[in-house]
T-cell receptor, first 111, second 113 residues
Framework: AQSVTQPDIHITVSEGASLELRCNYS??????LFWYVQSPGQGLQLLLK??????LVQGIKGFEAEFKRSQSSFNLRKPSVHWSDAAEYFC?????????FGAGTQVVVTP | GAVVSQHPSWVICKSGTSVKIECRSL??????MFWYRQFPKQSLMLMAT?????????EQGVEKDKFLINHASLTLSTLTVTSAHPEDSSFYIC?????????FGPGTRLTVT
């Protein structure tokens, strides 16, 4: 069955340190992949997306993600985390026009 | 661009009453909108797909008679929770589709007492 997995439920990172959030997908064809961020009590904001082409995708707020077909992964990275990056992050793929979300990763940023 | 609003942002209603949530695409037309439900510390669960001018398509396990969806125009979809009960308390989020992207509203917190 098609699915997207975020192995890490919770990640704690120090401010200024690098961050990597993992996302693995199970999908026959090349999927349309997305990363969203959700602040508490808020809707979702699109960070970046991958449809095709360059496998390294740049997004907003200094985030980037790399699509690796061989590993079925689409990991999100940021070189230096800011306290405002504390939020819930969701990986998702488009399945016939519907988004399938991973379980999410809660990011906590410590001083 | 691509802004989606929801109204109200939070609502408290009594058990047995109905409540309507509006989702609007402010600067684009959306033939397709989606309604999600999110429980605390959980992911989004797709409830239904709302298509302008036609009946909504509900996901398996979602009661269509309880969660009424209307998509009367290209910029407005509504979700009505009928005969609400405490277990319907949740965070409801809508999104509007433009091309291959979905733009999300800020969500509506529903509390049924």
């Amino acid at each position: 069955a098609q699915s997207v997995t975020q192995p890490d439920i919770h990640i704690t990172v120090s401010e200024g340190a690098s961050l990597e959030l993992r996302c693995n997908y199970s999908y026959g064809a090349t999927p349309y992949l997305f990363w969203y961020v959700q602040s508490p009590g808020q809707g979702l904001q699109l960070l970046l997306k991958y449809f095709s082409g360059d496998t390294l995708v740049q997004g907003i707020k200094g985030f980037e993600a790399e699509f690796k077909r061989s590993q079925s992964s689409f990991n999100l990275r940021k070189p230096s985390v800011h306290w405002s990056d504390a939020a819930e992050y969701f990986c998702a793929y488009d399945s016939w026009g519907k988004l399938q979300f991973g379980a999410g990763t809660q990011v906590v940023v410590t001083p | 661009g691509a802004v989606v609003s929801q109204h109200p942002s939070w609502v408290i209603c009594k058990s047995g009453t109905s409540v309507k949530i509006e989702c609007r695409s402010l600067d684009f037309q959306a033939t397709t909108m989606f309604w999600y439900r999110q429980f605390p510390k959980q992911s989004l669960m797709l409830m239904a797909t709302s298509n302008e001018g036609s009946k909504a398509t509900y996901e398996q396990g979602v009661e269509k008679d309880k969660f009424l969806i209307n998509h009367a125009s290209l910029t407005l979809s509504t979700l009505t929770v009928t005969s609400a009960h405490p277990e319907d308390s949740s965070f409801y989020i809508c999104s509007a589709r433009e091309s291959y992207e979905q733009y999300f509203g800020p969500g509506t917190r529903l509390t049924v007492t």
